[in-house]
Structure formats: C-alpha cells, structure tokens
C-alpha cells in the first residue's frame, strides 16, 4: 500500500490530514520535527512527504539540502499564502506540487493522484527528450539551442504540478505551443485543452464566453450557452493575450481562480471548475500593470511560475532545423518536397526576425511558392537585418514591413525614420534609438506596418500576427496617449 508522511507541528492540521489521506487508500505516519521527519523518511522511503515549512527545529525547506534522503519520496508542501514565494523556490528545487491552508479535500485529492504518477510523466519526459536529442524537437516545440533547452526543463518541472504558468514572450514566439505542452505533459492530458485569444473577442461578449450566460440573460441570448470554463472541465484552459481582458473581467476571473467556483452570466447557480490556468501576454508585464491593462493581484496569482519565451533572434542557431521543419510540413500538404540550400539556410541566420517563429514559417510559406523548382534559394528569403522579403514575392503574399511602401508619404512624428534599404531587393526599414521602451518599439513597428498597407487594417493585422480586435485596441490606446500628449504641451 502507499505511504505518505505528514511532517506538520500542528496537531489539530495533522489530524483532519491523517484522515482525509487514509480515505485515499494511503498508509500514515506522522512526524512534527524536521529531526523526525529525516529519521522516518531515512527508515520508512514513504512514497509521499507532506511537508509543513514552519517547524519547531526549523524550515521545511532544509530537507532539499539533502537530495538523496528525498530521492525517493514526492515531496508536497504545506504552506500558507504568506510562504507562496518559497513554495515556488522549492518546486525549483524538486518538490513535486504544494498545497495552500486551509487545505481543500478536492485540491489534495488532485495532488495525491498527481504525485502517484511520476514515472509515467518521467517516461513521457524522456521520451520527449530523447526526441529532441534524435531530431531537434520536445513535443510541439522546436530547437536545440540553450535558451529553449531552459524552456524544456521548466516544462518538465511545472507540468506534473497545478500551479498557474504565465508565458511572457514577444508575439510569433510559441507562446501557445508551450501551453499545449505542458498540457499534455499533466494529468490532465486526457480532458480538452482550449485557447482563448482574450483580445479577439468582444469586450460586450467576453464575460459570456469566459463563464458562459443562461437563456435570456441579455438581448440574444435566446438559449443556455457554455463558456471556456465549462468546456474545459477537468482540461487546461490557456488565456492568451490576458493584457487585452477588461479590468472588470480580471476581477472575476481572480475570484475564479481563488474559489474555484463560478456563474454563468444571469444565473445565481455556482458551478465548480476544475480548470488549469495558463495565461500568456506580449507585453512586459510590470508596464502592463503600471499601464492599467493587468490587475498586480491577478497578475501575482498567475504568474506562480513564470516562463520567459526568447525571441527568434536570441536562438538563431535553430533558424535552420525550424526552417526545415516547416518546408516538410508545406511539403507533405501541398504533395510535393522541396529543400533548401545551404546558402539560403544560411542566409535565414542573417535576419533579424522581429515577427519571430510566426514570420518564420510565413517567409518558409513564401519561399515555397514562389520557387519554381524543387530548390529554394536565397532569393525568395529576407536577408540581413530589417530586410525585407524581395518585392517579387512580397507582391504575391502580404509581408511582414518595417516602413512605408515606396512613394508613400514620409511617416509620421509618432512613426520611426524610414531609411532605404541597401541592395537590389531590400526594401524600407526603419530605425529606433537605443534605449527605447518594447512599448515605443511595439508602437512604431505596428504604425510603420500600418502606414506600408495603407492604412489597410485587416491585412495589417494579419501581417503582424495579431488579431484585428488586438490592432484596434492598440491604436485607440496611441491615439489617447498622442491627445495626452498634446494636451500636456498645450499647457
């Protein structure tokens, strides 16, 4: 039968635990010192340590000094909100989940079958790995360098867990890909995993589609509808662009997540969601809460483990094995095989890439087009630092632009300097000052595109990768700083 150990001072804690884990088929024992929690653990090997940080002989934390005396042990911690920090510091260090007091008999069941699983989800993990190390993949994500290697390894440590992930990262990057991953990785893998672009959606129509409404509860709503959080019961539900979320949604969605419970909209009815969140947002998350597009408390509640995605530009060594990866999957869909040549891999590792993984596979779609043949070389391909895609093919399919199209009038005050490029295809860019904010350089590659497509939203849009709900939001945002702005030299 599995063991678990209770190492808690608190006797009247340790009670309510010793019962509520003998209901799940699980032997106890308990101990209320860290000298005998290392005495029991050294004796007994309990397949489960439920371990208290505050003890009378120190800090629960003191036990991962000695990884070999919990080898062999899932390590889960007892904390309250106010030792939240250190929890996640040791999840770093190898615990395997933690739980928050007072103790909720539904969240510890949940931990006790997750924590049961370690060799599945350590087979699943090396698996992955061995993958990776065969042909440049770990699951969906691809790349071999080390700032994605740092991306699998925090993978690996947090899916098996149910702590809240926030993925940061710039747009085009794979924050959602990430998401699925570590999904799939959890024991959850069974149950839907659902994407939720929050900057796509009407702010009239968010709530409704979050949490769901009951017939009747606004004008056309002509019958009962499920949100994302029903449907996604017992799965992951990933909250893309949360920056986008209106400020009284946030409030509700932190209720959510700290009780568990929610209601559809113009019901009085509390439903439970079983539901991980994992939440992801372009923008630098500090500014975005100084900005007033991020609750801190919701964005604390969330970002218990924070992954950092890197841009494409920081891992170019993996431009090649993406590249290649995306003309075989263009390849097996349209029926017929392309390659590439080393120069024109080589030349990939020359651009920037500021769309990143997304304009990647763009520009691959690109090449495959319009290369005649079964060779796509260099010619099809952007080159060098804020080139652009030759003319030739980015007449055939929008592009991703850095400046106004030629004979376009100069840019505005708010657009960066348009320089002309150097080369027979390279087109416009334009330059930004050392020092400028990823606020001001997100602004002015968004107003210089816009200003290349003619002020043509809806290609705009999807040139940059963004939704068209998104760009609206952005330039109504420019336009209220450029009125303050004025206003202020007014005076």
Not at 183 to 195: N, Q, T, V
């Amino acid at each position: 039968m599995t063991h678990a150990l209770i190492v808690d001072d608190d006797v009247d804690s340790v009670a309510t635990l010793q019962e509520l884990i003998a209901s799940e088929k699980f032997t106890v024992s308990v101990a209320h010192t860290l000298r005998d929690a290392r005495r029991h653990i050294a004796l007994q090997q309990p397949d489960v340590v439920l371990l208290d940080l505050q003890l009378p002989d120190g800090n629960g934390m003191e036990l991962f000094q000695d990884p070999q005396l919990v080898a062999n042990s899932e390590v889960v911690l007892i904390t309250g909100h106010a030792s939240l920090d250190t929890s996640i510091q040791a999840l770093r260090m190898g615990a395997a989940d933690y739980l928050v007091k007072p103790i909720n008999i539904t969240q510890l069941q949940g931990v006790l079958s997750r924590v049961m699983k370690p060799a599945a989800l350590q087979a699943e993990v090396s698996e992955l790995n061995a993958n990776l190390a065969q042909s440049g993949h770990f699951g969906l994500l691809w790349g071999r360098t080390q700032p994605m290697q740092r991306i699998y390894e925090q993978i690996s440590r947090v899916a098996g867990t149910s702590v809240s992930v926030f993925i940061n990262g710039e747009s085009g990057t794979g924050k959602e890909l990430v998401a699925q991953t570590v999904h799939d990785l959890s024991r959850r893998r069974k149950k839907p995993f659902l994407a939720v672009n929050c900057g796509a959606i009407s702010p009239n129509l968010i709530e409704s589609e979050i949490f769901g409404h009951e017939k009747g509860a606004f004008t056309g709503a002509d019958k009962q509808h499920e949100g994302f959080f029903e449907r996604a019961s017992g799965g992951t539900l990933f909250l893309d662009e949360l920056t986008e979320m209106p400020m009284e949604l946030q409030v509700k969605l932190l209720r959510v997540l700290e009780t568990g419970r929610f209601m559809r909209v113009g019901s009085t009815t509390t439903l439970d969601a079983d539901v991980r969140v994992i939440a992801a947002s372009n923008r630098p998350l500090l500014q975005a809460v100084q900005a007033g597009k991020l609750r801190e408390d919701l964005l604390y509640r969330l970002n218990v483990f924070p992954i950092e995605m890197p841009p494409l530009r920081d891992r170019l060594d993996d431009v090649p094995l993406l590249a290649d990866h995306f003309l075989r999957q263009i390849a097996a869909k349209e029926g017929k095989n392309k390659r590439f040549t080393a120069k024109a891999l080589a030349q990939l590792q020359t651009y920037h890439w500021p769309g990143n993984v997304r304009e990647l596979r763009n520009a691959v779609q690109r090449a495959y087009v319009m290369a005649a043949g079964d060779i796509v070389d260099e010619q099809w391909l952007p080159k060098g630092e804020g080139a652009e895609i030759p003319a030739t093919a980015a007449s055939a399919a929008a592009v991703t632009s850095f400046g106004a199209a030629p004979g376009q009038p100069a840019a505005a005050p708010a657009v960066p300097t348009l320089v002309a490029g150097s080369g027979e295809s390279s087109g416009p860019s334009i330059t930004m000052p050392l020092g400028s904010s990823m606020a001001q350089v997100e602004k002015a590659f968004i107003l210089a595109t816009l200003q290349h497509y003619k002020h043509h939203k809806e290609q705009t849009a999807a040139v940059l990768g963004i939704s068209l709900k998104t760009l609206y939001n952005r330039l109504k945002e420019y336009a209220a700083e450029d009125a303050a702005a004025a206003d202020k030299a007014a005076q």
